[in-house]
């Protein structure tokens, strides 16, 4: 098992005022190593923090998450820049590339932080560049590339550190119909590597590219749906009824 | 109604914005008016050389408008660039640019009203307070500085001009642009910038020719009409500097991986060379801001500071007595005079020098030509003369001398005067019981020689060339220590003799010929010249009095730089934080720790912290050796005491830019972290 989620429950609580707000509750789940996994919900139903949480990002109230033997919720502040660098991919959905930096640094940039030598940085993206083809783009700059480019370039920088897990936060969700499905192809085609992926998103059709997807409502995960061997097409028709579900009756 | 409303709504809602903005103006009005009600206040006229000194706030004023139109241009684009949005917003929701430019005109015209009621209103405040130091500077207490509207009125109107420019200006810029484009953000991208080597070429020859010329100076009337050739050259050139090498240097940089490549490195690096051509007028600013700070007040406390030295260096004695003749005729009739109206002059130094020769030195060879460069003047010194003041013996042959340069520098082993030559035997650097300075603002050189007889010749030679009716003689100066009544006593008596080489002194009835030790036309020369009279009280007073003028002047046109810079880097780190927010918020994500954000903003904002401050004191470095040949032109040669003020002068600026640089960085870090 790569990833274990255990009774994940996140409180916001605004500073001036007693008023709860509950993001996340009891959240469990685990992922297997080469799993590609979509966890869909409405905006508002926490995925985002619960991806935010896996990121590191966020520490929750309670629970754990544990990626590879190691609880994530336990790192020291100080410790976490180092640990999202050599252990997480991430992928977002305004890509966030850094304009002051050409294509090819943009994609060096989290092995630069790890003090990585030149050599093995310029190996691994000769490696990247036929799969993701970014050959042509690498000496551009971002603010040259279209929307789709650039989510190629950010999936190039979410990969060269060889990451354990890659997350990825609404990654189609700045880009055109077109631009989504050769996205999408793509991260199935990584996915079939091996590498294992997280996907937040509350497009059925971006999560009828996962194996698996994790419905999430309210805080809480309350279904979820296997691909197994169908069409992406079959599958997005089950999600979509699976949500139109969720939206009509009240989980409470 | 509905647009003045809405213009004071904006500035109102949008205050983060204004108030840089609205700042600069004020204290830009303020420091303007202070000069002016200086300037126009009554009791100028009483101060002693009020003419020069007038002057001198007259040319502040000057300096200090052109400076305040190019700030209040630079505040305003900046502000207009960050109100792009707004404008835009307003244009899609249906007002028509004509109707923007009325709103952005009511604002300024707002921003206008309020400068002057508040500039008006601190200035009186402050004039009180800015007139006990100028007072305490000058050393009198009789000045009484007034409010004056006719100051207000001035200063007013030259402000109205320099809003009406902007008013125009923000007429354009709203016209120019599409609303697409008025509502898009600035934040374009933009291509990594070429390096153009012929432009970094040009930047480095135009400084190398600016320092040359700094170098190459030779006398105070040189650097006065180089100054500003040479300051043109600098300014060009670190414009280009910053526009090309710093991109060149980056990019060298970025070529070597295994510099770049590395996490400090390649965040800075690529940041500056994204920055580099944006910035590159930004930093020119600053460099030049903060090296005219540095010239402003080291030349001005320098000059201050150096007057007791100097007079102390000139007057060997509290009164110095000059007669046009020869020292044994001078003392025999200076005694005569004194004792007869009972005077006592104490410890009295005397020595004969030849009559001036004033030419230019080329290679040894004096040439009868008025050229500014490097005018000197030549005094010839006897032997025997040498040796009564230092009581050392000397041996020189007929045809050898040895050289004094007492202003100036002197390296020739021969110098020739007409067709006399003369073998440098010895060149010597002081010359005891003798003043090493003089109120020439050209080189002084004194040439020791044998006897009179080799002198004589050449004073006829420069007399003839000269074209004067008058023989060339010698003149003798008397430095003796007198009380301030006998003193006086002894001025007036003196100013009815009038005399002339070896003439017979004559005494006459009326003293009206002034007494200044330079007037010395044909005709009053050949009627012969009352003996020259100066007091070291009555100099250190008029020197005071001007430098402390100049040093204040110094004082506010510096202060006034530093206010500058200090807003420019405001709106640099501003600008800066909001886009660098995005990219830090990156970093984080990407995996950068705080600490290491934090290390990495400081390494960039110290580079950014260092440059103007290193190039500046680089450039100050050349100035410098201008600004000892300037301040020289008005007496002084000190080279320490010039050094120590101008290395205090630097390190208290660093200081401040320093304090201002901490500051506004917070600024920068609030953006960033936010």
């Given at each position: 098992?790569?990833?274990?989620?255990?009774?994940l429950?996140k409180?916001?609580?605004?500073?001036?005022?007693k008023?709860?707000?509950?993001?996340?509750?009891?959240?469990?789940?685990?992922?297997?190593e080469?799993?590609?996994?979509?966890?869909?919900?409405e905006?508002?139903?926490?995925?985002?923090t619960?991806?935010?949480?896996l990121?590191?990002?966020d520490k929750?109230?309670?629970?754990?998450?544990?990626?590879?033997?190691q609880?994530?919720?336990?790192?020291?502040?100080?410790?976490?820049?180092?640990?999202?660098?050599?252990?997480?991919?991430?992928?977002?959905?305004?890509?966030?590339?850094?304009?002051?930096?050409?294509?090819?640094?943009?994609?060096?940039?989290?092995?630069?932080?790890?003090?990585?030598?030149?050599?093995?940085?310029?190996?691994?993206?000769?490696?990247?560049v036929?799969?993701l083809?970014?050959?042509?783009?690498?000496n551009?700059?971002?603010?040259?590339l279209?929307?789709?480019?650039?989510?190629?370039?950010?999936?190039?920088?979410?990969l060269?550190?060889?990451?354990?897990?890659?997350?990825?936060d609404?990654?189609?969700?700045?880009?055109?119909?077109k631009?989504?499905e050769g996205?999408?192809?793509?991260?199935?085609?990584?996915?079939?590597t091996?590498?294992?992926i997280?996907?937040v998103?509350?497009?059925?059709?971006?999560?009828?590219h996962?194996?698996r997807?994790l419905?999430?409502?309210?805080?809480?995960?309350?279904?979820?749906?296997?691909?197994?061997?169908?069409?992406?097409?079959k599958?997005?028709?089950?999600?979509?009824?699976?949500?139109?579900?969720l939206l009509?009756t009240e989980?409470? | 109604?509905?647009?003045?409303?809405?213009?004071?709504?904006?500035?109102?809602?949008?205050?983060?914005?204004?108030?840089?903005?609205?700042?600069?103006?004020?204290?830009?009005?303020?420091?303007?008016?202070?000069?002016?009600?200086?300037?126009?206040?009554?009791?100028?006229?009483?101060?002693?050389?009020?003419?020069?000194?007038?002057?001198?706030?007259?040319?502040?004023?000057t300096?200090?408008?052109v400076?305040?139109?190019?700030?209040?241009?630079?505040?305003?684009?900046?502000?207009l660039k960050?109100?792009?949005?707004?404008?835009?917003?307003?244009?899609?929701?249906?007002?028509?640019?004509?109707?923007?430019?009325?709103?952005?005109i009511?604002?300024?015209?707002?921003?206008?009203?309020?400068?002057?009621?508040?500039?008006?209103?601190?200035?009186?405040?402050l004039?009180?307070?800015?007139?006990?130091?100028?007072?305490?500077?000058?050393g009198e207490s009789?000045?009484d500085?007034?409010?004056?509207?006719?100051?207000?009125?001035?200063?007013?109107?030259?402000f109205?001009?320099?809003?009406l420019?902007?008013?125009?200006?923000?007429?354009?810029?709203?016209?120019?642009q599409?609303?697409?484009e008025?509502?898009?953000?600035?934040s374009?991208?933009e291509?990594?910038?070429?390096?153009?080597?012929?432009?970094?070429?040009?930047?480095?020859v135009?400084l190398?020719?600016?320092?040359?010329?700094?170098?190459?100076?030779?006398s105070?009337?040189?650097?006065?009409?180089?100054?500003?050739?040479?300051?043109?050259f600098?300014?060009?050139?670190?414009?280009?500097?910053?526009m090309?090498f710093?991109?060149?240097?980056?990019?060298?940089?970025?070529?070597?991986?295994?510099?770049?490549?590395?996490?400090?490195?390649?965040?800075?690096v690529?940041?500056?060379?994204?920055?580099?051509?944006?910035?590159?007028?930004?930093?020119?600013?600053?460099?030049?801001?903060?090296?005219?700070?540095?010239v402003?007040?080291?030349?001005?406390?320098?000059?201050?500071?150096?007057?007791n030295g100097?007079?102390?260096?000139?007057f060997?004695?509290?009164?110095?007595?000059?007669?046009?003749?020869?020292?044994?005729?001078?003392?025999?009739f200076?005694?005569?005079?004194?004792?007869?109206n009972?005077?006592a002059?104490?410890?009295?130094?005397?020595?004969?020098?030849?009559?001036?020769?004033?030419?230019?030195?080329?290679?040894?060879?004096?040439?009868?030509?008025?050229?500014?460069?490097?005018?000197?003047?030549?005094?010839?010194m006897?032997?025997?003369?040498?040796?009564?003041?230092?009581?050392?013996?000397?041996?020189?042959?007929?045809?050898?001398?040895?050289?004094?340069?007492?202003?100036?520098?002197?390296?020739?082993?021969?110098?020739?005067?007409?067709?006399?030559?003369?073998?440098?035997?010895?060149?010597?650097?002081?010359i005891?019981?003798?003043?090493?300075?003089?109120?020439?603002?050209?080189?002084?050189?004194?040439?020791?020689?044998?006897?009179?007889?080799?002198?004589?010749?050449?004073?006829?030679?420069?007399?003839?060339?000269?074209?004067?009716?008058?023989?060339m003689?010698?003149?003798?100066?008397?430095?003796?220590?007198?009380?301030?009544?006998?003193?006086?006593?002894f001025q007036?008596?003196?100013?009815y003799?009038?005399?002339?080489?070896?003439d017979?002194i004559?005494?006459i009835?009326d003293?009206?010929?002034?007494?200044?030790?330079?007037?010395?036309?044909?005709?009053?020369?050949?009627?012969?010249?009352?003996p020259?009279f100066?007091?070291?009280?009555?100099?250190?007073?008029?020197?005071?009095?001007?430098?402390?003028?100049?040093?204040?002047?110094?004082?506010?046109?510096?202060?006034?730089?530093?206010?500058?810079?200090?807003?420019?880097?405001?709106?640099?780190?501003?600008?800066?934080?909001?886009?660098?927010?995005?990219?830090?918020?990156?970093?984080?994500?990407?995996?950068?720790?705080?600490?290491?954000?934090?290390?990495t903003?400081?390494s960039?904002?110290l580079?950014?912290?260092?440059?103007?401050?290193?190039?500046a004191?680089?450039?100050?470095?050349?100035?410098?050796?201008?600004?000892?040949?300037l301040?020289?032109?008005?007496?002084?040669?000190r080279?320490?005491?010039?050094?120590?003020?101008s290395?205090?002068?630097?390190?208290?600026?660093?200081?401040?830019?320093?304090?201002?640089?901490k500051?506004?960085?917070r600024?920068?870090?609030?953006?960033?972290?936010?």
């Amino acid at each position: 098992m790569l990833l274990q989620v255990s009774h994940l429950q996140k409180i916001f609580q605004t500073r001036f005022s007693k008023e709860k707000t509950v993001a996340l509750q009891d959240v469990s789940f685990s992922v297997e190593e080469g799993e590609y996994i979509a966890i869909m919900g409405e905006s508002g139903s926490g995925k985002t923090t619960l991806l935010n949480t896996l990121a590191t990002l966020d520490k929750p109230t309670l629970g754990s998450v544990i990626l590879n033997g190691q609880d994530l919720t336990i790192i020291k502040e100080n410790k976490l820049a180092e640990f999202r660098r050599t252990h997480l991919g991430f992928i977002f959905q305004d890509f966030n590339l850094l304009d002051t930096l050409s294509v090819r640094d943009n994609i060096f940039l989290p092995l630069v932080l790890g003090r990585q030598k030149v050599r093995i940085m310029e190996q691994r993206l000769e490696k990247l560049v036929p799969k993701l083809n970014i050959a042509d783009l690498l000496n551009k700059q971002p603010f040259e590339l279209s929307g789709g480019q650039k989510q190629r370039v950010a999936i190039a920088r979410a990969l060269i550190t060889q990451p354990e897990l890659v997350l990825a936060d609404e990654p189609t969700a700045a880009l055109d119909f077109k631009n989504s499905e050769g996205l999408l192809a793509l991260l199935e085609e990584i996915n079939d590597t091996g590498q294992t992926i997280l996907m937040v998103t509350h497009s059925a059709i971006a999560a009828s590219h996962a194996k698996r997807v994790l419905f999430i409502k309210d805080g809480r995960i309350f279904h979820q749906l296997y691909r197994a061997n169908r069409e992406a097409s079959k599958f997005m028709q089950e999600i979509s009824m699976t949500m139109t579900n969720l939206l009509g009756t009240e989980v409470r | 109604m509905f647009y003045v409303k809405l213009a004071s709504r904006n500035i109102r809602q949008s205050i983060s914005n204004f108030l840089p903005f609205g700042l600069s103006s004020v204290v830009m009005f303020l420091m303007n008016l202070m000069i002016a009600t200086i300037l126009f206040s009554p009791s100028l006229k009483k101060l002693p050389g009020a003419g020069n000194f007038a002057m001198l706030l007259g040319l502040g004023l000057t300096v200090l408008t052109v400076f305040a139109t190019i700030f209040m241009i630079y505040s305003y684009r900046f502000l207009l660039k960050r109100r792009t949005k707004e404008f835009g917003l307003y244009n899609i929701l249906g007002l028509k640019k004509r109707h923007i430019v009325r709103i952005s005109i009511l604002e300024l015209m707002m921003m206008f009203l309020a400068t002057v009621v508040a500039g008006t209103v601190l200035g009186i405040i402050l004039a009180k307070f800015l007139y006990l130091f100028l007072i305490h500077l000058i050393g009198e207490s009789y000045f009484d500085l007034q409010w004056s509207p006719l100051a207000v009125g001035i200063v007013t109107a030259i402000f109205a001009c320099i809003y009406l420019l902007l008013m125009i200006i923000s007429n354009i810029s709203i016209h120019r642009q599409s609303s697409l484009e008025l509502l898009k953000n600035a934040s374009k991208g933009e291509k990594e910038p070429k390096s153009r080597i012929i432009l970094a070429l040009l930047g480095l020859v135009s400084l190398a020719i600016g320092y040359y010329l700094a170098v190459t100076v030779v006398s105070p009337l040189d650097a006065l009409t180089k100054f500003f050739i040479a300051v043109l050259f600098v300014i060009f050139g670190t414009l280009l500097f910053y526009m090309s090498f710093t991109i060149w240097l980056l990019k060298r940089q970025k070529k070597n991986k295994n510099y770049y490549y590395q996490p400090k490195h390649f965040i800075t690096v690529s940041g500056m060379l994204y920055r580099m051509k944006q910035n590159a007028v930004g930093l020119a600013n600053i460099t030049i801001l903060v090296t005219m700070t540095f010239v402003t007040l080291a030349t001005t406390v320098g000059l201050f500071s150096s007057i007791n030295g100097f007079l102390g260096d000139y007057f060997l004695r509290n009164t110095l007595i000059n007669v046009n003749t020869t020292q044994q005729r001078s003392i025999e009739f200076i005694d005569q005079v004194a004792e007869k109206n009972g005077l006592a002059l104490n410890n009295k130094i005397v020595y004969e020098l030849s009559n001036r020769l004033t030419g230019a030195m080329n290679d040894g060879r004096f040439e009868n030509k008025q050229n500014l460069a490097n005018l000197t003047a030549v005094n010839f010194m006897t032997a025997d003369t040498y040796t009564q003041l230092t009581g050392n013996k000397i041996h020189l042959r007929e045809n050898e001398t040895i050289a004094y340069p007492a202003v100036g520098r002197f390296h020739e082993s021969n110098v020739r005067f007409w067709n006399h030559t003369f073998k440098v035997k010895e060149k010597i650097s002081e010359i005891r019981n003798f003043p090493s300075t003089s109120m020439m603002a050209s080189n002084w050189l004194i040439l020791i020689v044998n006897s009179k007889e080799q002198i004589q010749p050449i004073l006829d030679d420069a007399s003839k060339a000269a074209g004067n009716r008058y023989k060339m003689g010698y003149d003798t100066t008397i430095s003796a220590d007198l009380t301030a009544k006998d003193a006086k006593k002894f001025q007036k008596v003196l100013s009815y003799y009038r005399v002339n080489g070896n003439d017979p002194i004559k005494r006459i009835n009326d003293s009206e010929t002034k007494i200044e030790q330079d007037d010395r036309g044909e005709a009053k020369t050949i009627a012969g010249m009352p003996p020259t009279f100066e007091r070291y009280d009555d100099m250190h007073e008029q020197m005071t009095s001007f430098a402390g003028g100049f040093l204040f002047i110094g004082l506010i046109l510096g202060f006034t730089f530093i206010l500058g810079t200090a807003l420019i880097i405001y709106y640099k780190q501003i600008s800066e934080g909001e886009q660098d927010k995005r990219s830090f918020e990156i970093l984080q994500e990407v995996g950068l720790s705080k600490d290491e954000v934090r290390q990495t903003i400081r390494s960039q904002v110290l580079l950014v912290f260092f440059l103007p401050i290193a190039v500046a004191v680089v450039h100050f470095g050349f100035a410098f050796i201008m600004i000892q040949k300037l301040i020289s032109l008005f007496g002084t040669t000190r080279f320490n005491l010039l050094l120590l003020t101008s290395i205090g002068t630097i390190a208290v600026v660093a200081v401040i830019y320093y304090l201002i640089y901490k500051q506004t960085s917070r600024a920068y870090y609030r953006i960033v972290e936010r």
